[in-house]
């Protein structure tokens, strides 16, 4: 059947006495599927089951089962995921920087993860018998070297994480992406458009921009991701009405106020900025005000220039 837990198009979950999904590795029994399907607790999933089945307990009581330990794929996807977090999180800045231990075991092993996540989809028991072994190996091994590892990681979050808008779990928090965005690009939304200080933006520079940001912590259905991530920035910077400037003109390099202010180098948010950049001591158009001159009587050519801008 095709799961419910993750856009699933094409079915890839079974169901029997539990429920696995081959895509997504959602796992549990009837209590699990129902707690996560209406986002309950064991509890209330249980008396939901009550209440929907006629069904009654002897003593009143709920008894849950115990939850079966995770499975060797479902660790080694978790190990797979903190790869991809160290290798963001610890890339060298400069050429000469000392490697950190993390990046290194990021380099070393995603692509060798990788290989046996895809075995493991559809696993024959030579591929389990090899994914039970490698990761046996590679667990006795961490057990030796995490605990140094996680306390430098607790340490470096403390002081100055790289990606504020990712969570413990590895996954994005778009309220906190489009934060971050902001800080960098201060924008607004007017009529479903994006304006910053240059101007419209350009919507597919901005989708690739948060295409590099996020490819690294979204694992699956990343173009949706990115599209929900612009969907939440128009939300989040949405603005009414924007009333015409007609005090200033914004140009390349700054903005010029016609009043006593003249020209500074700051910019603003801007619907519109002239690929110009305003020179002080650039000399005067001497032809153009010649040519102006012989066609047109003073009155009108001020009426032209303004008019030209």
């Given at each position: ?138 667990h006795e091994r961490l057990e030796k070297e995490e605990q140094d590892w996680r306390d430098e990681d607790e340490l470096e979050e403390e002081e ?69 991530v612009l969907d939440a920035l128009r939300i989040e910077t949405y603005t009414p009405e924007w009333k015409p400037q007609l005090d200033r003109i914004h ?59």
């Open positions: 059947m095709c799961c419910p837990f993750h856009g699933d198009k094409h079915p890839s979950m079974k169901v029997d006495s539990r429920f696995h999904c081959f895509a997504c590795q959602a796992d549990g029994d009837v209590i699990d599927f129902v707690g996560r399907l209406f986002q309950l607790s064991p509890y209330k999933a249980v008396e939901k089951l009550k209440e929907d089945f006629g069904m009654a307990l002897a003593d009143g009581k709920v008894r849950l089962a115990p939850r079966r330990p995770p499975t060797v794929r479902q660790q080694l996807l978790d190990y797979y995921r903190c790869l991809q977090r160290w290798r963001v999180r610890y890339a060298p800045q400069s050429p000469t920087e000392e490697l950190h231990p993390c990046f290194l075991e990021a380099i070393k092993n995603l692509d060798i993860v990788e290989y046996y996540l895809d075995c493991s989809v559809l696993p024959d028991p030579q591929t389990e018998n090899e994914l039970r072994k490698y990761w046996e190996g590679l100055d994480c790289e990606c504020p808008w990712v969570d413990s779990k590895g996954k994005v928090r778009e309220t906190a992406y489009c934060q971050y965005l902001l800080e960098k690009h201060p924008m607004m939304c007017l009529k479903q458009k994006l304006f910053d200080q240059n101007g419209e933006v350009d919507e597919d520079a901005l989708l690739y921009e948060v295409h590099s940001d996020l490819r690294d912590f979204v694992l699956d259905n990343l173009a949706k991701k990115e599209k929900q140009l390349q390099n700054g903005t010029y106020f016609l009043d006593e202010r003249g020209f500074v180098p700051e910019k603003e948010l801007c619907l519109n900025r002239l690929p110009v950049e305003y020179q002080p001591d650039a000399p005067a158009p001497t032809k153009w005000l010649e040519f102006l001159d012989g066609l047109l009587i003073p009155e009108d050519i001020l009426t032209l220039q303004e008019y030209l801008g």
